[in-house]
């Protein structure tokens, strides 16, 4: 996914405005039967979970490190055996990229546990269809639930929808895809002028998406989601945060070079990077390379590491939380990232954006 802004220069910085303002294989997601009003197509959302299903079995299937014990990979239960509070996380957690699954009729209680057990937050990326009720949850539980709206940009009512989302309480779009023109189409503009006076985030997927049916023609092209069409949505629009899903994959450079100078934009590395990218995360030095620089960009906290650039997303059932974020933990450690910049990526940045308590 490739999500990439550009700030304007103005006298009130991007950040004070915006403070203002995997699974196992066996239980990959099917189609959602949903109806967005007007809006989403029920065959263009079972492609999509599908999809997301796929890469999250995939994901799981990679964490057989010795070091990811069977309690990380089951974040309902209690602590393992021998273990004790000091292995709980201390510092807070904020998951950019957890989709609403109204397929589970526990997903909520599910995730409400997660959260008390891991200090988790969840952007909760909801279906226009299903927004009250997690408008509800997350005025019950504000500091587990921060909502947010998944749209078609391509529907007739998508501008009444965001209207309709702002008006609920959510505080942000995702994930955008599967759209029938590139992010930076004119035609989607009058979405994104909604969003920069809200001053929302705004998750795009980026990069590569899968395929279901191979028998089966679809208007699906990952051409149209590259982090390049979101770097002219980053300048026109300062007031949104753009963050990247999956960090532009295979695109990586491009995604980091728009985000570099870019105030307003960030990535996550959910999906399969930190999959396929296990043996070799040393490499991603070479795409954040640009931390020993004076670097003039204003940054989260006015950290001078090229990686405050991420931030954390899963995109996983949420049995696959914990692992996901020991993948971004080992990252960390290939990479040398220092402590507080981890802290930001973990939660700290989008928890400055968003204006959350502590």
């Known amino acids: 996914m490739h999500p990439v802004k550009e700030s304007n220069r103005r006298d009130l910085t991007f950040f004070e405005a915006s403070s203002r303002n995997r699974t196992s294989l066996s239980r990959c997601l099917t189609g959602r039967q949903l109806s967005h009003g007007a809006g989403v197509r029920e065959t263009k959302i ?15 299937a990679a964490v057989t490190s010795s070091a990811w014990s069977l309690a990380e990979l089951s974040p309902f239960g209690d602590l393992s055996p021998g273990g004790t509070a000091a292995d709980k996380p201390a510092g807070r957690i904020i998951d ?10 526990a997903f909520l209680d599910d995730l409400l546990r997660l959260a008390d057990r891991m200090n988790l937050t969840a952007c909760l990326l909801t279906p226009f269809a299903h927004r009250r009720v997690v408008a509800d ?4 539980h504000p500091r587990q639930i921060v909502p947010f709206g998944f749209v078609d940009l391509d529907g007739p ?5 965001v209207e309709e989302l702002h008006s609920l309480g959510f505080r ?33 997927h980026t990069g590569i998406v899968l395929r279901k049916n191979f028998d089966e023609p679809e208007d699906v092209a990952s051409g149209r989601m590259r982090p390049i069409h979101l770097e002219e949505i980053a300048r026109r629009f300062p007031k949104i945060t753009v963050v990247g899903a999956h960090c532009g994959n295979p695109e990586y450079e491009w995604a980091a070079e728009i985000a ?5 934009v960030f990535f996550d590395l959910s999906g399969s990077t930190l999959t396929k990218m296990h043996g070799r995360l040393a490499e991603f030095q070479r795409i ?10 204003k940054t989260p906290d006015n950290d001078p590491s090229a990686f405050v650039k991420l931030v954390f997303g899963s995109d996983s059932d949420l049995s696959g939380v914990e692992s996901v974020a020991n993948q971004y933990r080992a990252l960390f450690d290939a990479c040398d990232v220092p402590e507080r910049t981890r802290k930001m990526i973990m939660g700290g940045t989008v928890a400055k954006l968003l204006g959350l308590p502590e």
């Open 157 to 161: 009512e998508v501008v009444r929808q």
């Open 288 to 297: 954040f390379w640009w931390s020993a620089l004076d670097w003039s960009v």
């Open 137 to 140: 949850a997350a005025k019950q």
């Open 96 to 105: 950019m990229h957890v989709h609403f699954d109204e397929k589970k009729p």
């Open 260 to 264: 570099r100078w870019n105030p307003n």
């Open 46 to 60: 079972e492609k999509l979970l599908s999809r997301r299903g796929f890469l999250g079995a995939a994901s799981g």
């Open 172 to 204: 942000g779009l995702g994930e955008l895809e599967f759209v029938k023109k590139p992010y930076n189409d004119p035609s989607y503009f009058p979405v994104y002028e909604l969003a920069n006076r809200y001053g929302w985030l705004v998750l795009f």
